[in-house]
Every structure is written in C-alpha cells, then in structure tokens.
C-alpha cells in the first residue's frame, strides 16, 4: 500500500491552457473523491466515483472540468481552457467502505499565470 | 450538511495534552463525526471519527457529548509534529435514495501551534 499517488505535484500554466492531472488511488478501494482547496481554505469538494461511475458532482465543477475513472482504477482530473480563478491546490482521496476514514494524496498544485 | 463550529486557533506546550473542542448541535441521527488534520502543504489526514461512543486509537481518542451536539478530539501528549490545521466534519451515511455518498465538507477548521 502505497497511498493515493497525485501527479504532478505541481503544475505551472499559461491562462487559456487545458491541463489535466492524475490520480491513483489505493488499489483496493472503490470510492474516490477530487477536491479543490484555496489558500487558507479547508478542502471543496468537486466530484465523487464509485468504481467507475461518478456519481456525484459539485456546482463547482464548471463545463471546463471534466474527470474520469476508467475501469474504475485511476481518475483524471481535467481543467479546459484555464482561468486564473482555477489556482488551486487540487487533493484526490480514496476510501473504501461507506463510512471509513480516506486516504488523501498530497495533492497536486496549480498556478495559472 | 449539517454544520460544525470550532475555535479558529490553539496553542498548547509540548507533551502536555490538547482537547480541541467541536459544536454541531443541528447533528443528525446519521451524521458520523470526523476528525482529520492537515500539515502545512500536504493533503489532509484521517484521524479518528465516532458514531456515538468514545472512541480511541493510536493517533488520538475521541470523546462524544451524550446529546451528540459537540465532541473532543484529545491529543494526550503534543508533539511538534501535531501541529497542523485540525478539522471536525460530520458525514452522512449514504441514504436508500442513493442522493448522498459520504462526502466530506470541510470547514476553516482549528490551527493548533505546538511550542517547545
């Protein structure tokens, strides 16, 4: 078990860009959440998947965002046409049971000049 | 969701213990009380989360008033390395209708300052 793996830790783009960011969960857990946090800040929650599916989305997430989780294994996070409001540290999390603790990555860092 | 109060800040002396405190008096009967806490530039970590009873494990314990309107989380010895932004959140138990899936909303939570 090596956690829940974010990549890349940071990222660095020009306004207008389309980035996307990667997240592998712990193996055996079938739940994962994306999460958006702003400096000073406790973590927003964007989207939910259950293996899969997603099944749950924030207001948050904006047409510009879209995330996936193929074979229910890792997900991407995509961000289209990048605003400087996107700034954020963006965190995944994984848990396994319905009312179990999750595991978060460290996240991965976003900065759009 | 049902919201959580604490205080914006503590301190505490090195090995002395910490009680950071938690007010949620619109909790429901469904709302598991979380505990996580995030050090600086790190993605936040689970720390502990009860139901009803007292609850204790090798980060903390948790203790949980009778009418379940506020809890407690205690560190019994501080150390430098729980110094950390602490959040307290209630998360639902997913319902038949399939409309809430445990999700976690955070609030601005409690930074704890540990000093030597």
Not at chain 1, 7 to 25: A, E, L, S, Y
Not at chain 1, 27 to 38: D, I
Not at chain 2, 16 to 33: A, F, K, M, R
Request: glycine share 8%.
């Amino acid at each position: 078990d090596t956690g829940v793996s974010q990549d890349p830790r940071h990222k660095i783009t020009k306004r207008g860009q389309n980035v996307t960011f990667r997240c592998d969960p712990i193996s055996e857990h079938n739940r994962l959440y994306w999460y958006r946090q702003t400096l000073g800040q406790g973590p927003e929650f964007l989207t939910y998947f259950q293996n899969e599916a997603q099944l749950e989305k924030s207001r948050l997430l904006s047409d510009r965002f879209s995330a996936e989780r193929p074979k229910g294994s890792f997900s991407t996070l995509e961000i289209q046409r990048t605003e400087q409001g996107d700034s954020a540290m963006y965190l995944c999390a994984s848990s396994l049971a319905r009312v179990s603790g999750y595991t978060f990555g460290s996240g991965t860092r976003l900065t759009v000049v | 969701d049902a919201k959580t109060t604490q205080p914006n800040s503590m301190e505490s002396n090195e090995e002395e213990p910490v009680h950071l405190p938690c007010n949620h008096s619109t909790i429901s009967g469904t709302d598991y009380i979380h505990w996580y806490r995030q050090l600086p530039s790190q993605g936040p970590e689970y720390v502990i989360h009860g139901l009803t009873s007292n609850v204790n494990n090798r980060m903390a314990s948790l203790a949980i008033a009778e009418d379940r309107k506020s809890s407690t989380l205690i560190l019994h010895r501080a150390t430098l390395r729980d110094a950390a932004v602490y959040y307290c959140i209630l998360r639902d138990v997913e319902n038949a209708g399939g409309t809430s899936y445990g999700k976690l909303t955070f609030g601005q939570g409690t930074i704890l300052t540990v000093h030597p």
